[in-house]
């Protein structure tokens, strides 16, 4: 399995890092390039919106062409994407730069999921989902110390430059798995919205797509509200900037790689009711800091610590869920749920930074939000069971 794993690191990496390499780095490019906040931010939502919407036209190409071709066609769009970032200066065409790069990496993203509901069943499929998401976990770890780096020495297109290097890695890694055979049937193009209706109507889908939208929704909430706080009104260097959100990300990726045993034991439903119980706990704390502390390093960061350990808990078990049902259609069934994911996480934690974040309660509001969410989609289902 491990191997396995390592294979298709490079190629879930490619969605974060994208996201993740030039968030600290944000400053230096809008001042090189005469941008305001609003316009950087975009970067980052356009990104977010091509990345679930793509997922709708992959799905049905691997499911009907297989997994290799489509795979490596993902990945080139990917360096594409990020040379052409790399190498313009106009606004529109860093934001085309960014539509290919969200094209290649949630072809890339996509198919590694679906690779992975090819190859194992059961609480295999638990494993196996939750450490290569928390493998994810990686680029907020090591890219705002890199990004940081990179745009401090060699200017910020360094960054995206770096990104076509990592896609091409990726490239490499594809050569070496080892792809299923191409049983799946096919199914005519008119029929994608049929097909994707039927997943929708799916109840264990629907729950745990939710789900997984809400662990997005926490994500890119603190994405976003993470740098207008540390570097704005803390006024942080990009450097501790870096250090203090690779903090955040390890304790994901040390309570997936430490509880992975316990989540696959636990099972889907108990797993990702403890990831929202985390979620509303550490909202609550953020307001019983705010209050006593005020707007500090501790009131994000040991809060943000406790919810990313909330999603390694409850984003591999949702991808489980979701996914379980559709054998066949495991290429468009993993579309769709990054659709949902994605799209649905990308606006609501987009939301954050249009509420005016003179303190963290936005953060501690999407906390509770998505928590209480989780409880209430995975008690109503379980009523109407």
């Known amino acids: 399995m491990f191997r396995f794993i390592a294979l298709l690191t490079p190629m879930v990496l490619l969605m974060g890092l994208a996201l993740d390499l030039y968030i600290p780095s944000q400053q230096i490019m809008m001042r090189a390039l005469d941008l305001n906040f609003p316009q950087i931010q975009w970067t980052m939502t356009i990104y977010m919106y091509c990345f679930g919407l793509g997922q709708l036209i992959v799905g049905p190409i691997t499911d009907r062409f297989g997994r290799r071709i489509p795979l490596f066609v993902s990945i080139l769009f990917y360096i594409a994407g990020s040379v052409l970032t790399a190498s313009v200066d106009q606004y529109l065409h860093i934001l085309i730069g960014r539509s290919l790069e969200a094209l290649g990496a949630c072809g890339a993203m996509v198919i590694a999921l679906a690779l992975v509901r090819d190859k194992y069943e059961g609480n295999n499929a638990i494993k196996a989902f939750t450490y290569l998401r928390s493998m994810s976990t990686l680029a907020p770890i090591i890219a705002p110390s890199l990004g940081v780096f990179l745009a401090l020495h060699y200017g910020w297109r360094a960054d995206f430059y770096f990104l076509a290097f990592l896609g091409m890695l990726a490239l490499m890694c594809g050569f070496g798995i080892e792809y299923p055979p191409h049983t799946i049937a096919v199914s005519k193009p008119s029929n994608f919205l049929k097909t994707y209706w039927h997943i929708l109507k799916n109840v264990s889908f629907r729950r745990y797509a939710v789900c997984a939208a809400m662990v997005q929704t926490v994500m890119f909430s603190y994405f976003s509200i993470s740098p207008v706080i540390y570097?704005?009104?803390?006024?942080?260097?990009?450097?501790?900037?870096?250090?203090?959100?690779?903090?955040?990300?390890?304790?994901?990726?040390?309570?997936?790689?430490?509880?992975?045993?316990?989540?696959?034991?636990?099972?889907?439903?108990?797993?990702?009711?403890?990831?929202?119980?985390?979620?509303?706990?550490?909202?609550?704390?953020?307001?019983?800091?705010?209050?006593?502390?005020?707007?500090?390093?501790?009131?994000?960061?040991?809060?943000?610590?406790?919810?990313?350990?909330?999603?390694?808990?409850?984003?591999?078990?949702?991808?489980?869920?979701?996914?379980?049902?559709?054998?066949?259609?495991?290429?468009?069934?993993?579309?769709?749920?990054?659709?949902?994911?994605?799209?649905?996480?990308?606006m609501l934690g987009a939301c954050v930074v249009y509420i005016p974040p003179t303190n963290v309660l936005p953060f501690a509001l999407s906390l509770i939000a998505a928590g209480s969410i989780i409880f209430l989609n995975l008690a109503l289902e379980q009523s109407k069971n």
Do not use: D, R
């Open 231 to 346: 570097l704005q009104h803390l006024q942080l260097s990009e450097t501790y900037f870096a250090i203090l959100f690779s903090v955040n990300a390890s304790a994901f990726l040390l309570a997936a790689f430490i509880f992975a045993s316990l989540i696959a034991k636990l099972g889907v439903k108990k797993s990702v009711s403890i990831g929202a119980l985390l979620y509303v706990s550490a909202g609550i704390l953020v307001w019983i800091m705010q209050h006593y502390l005020g707007m500090c390093i501790e009131t994000l960061l040991i809060p943000g610590m406790i919810a990313s350990a909330g999603c390694a808990f409850a984003l591999g078990p949702s991808c489980t869920g979701a996914l379980k049902p559709f054998k066949e259609q495991s290429g468009k069934a993993a579309a769709l749920l990054g659709c949902i994911e994605f799209m649905l996480g990308g």
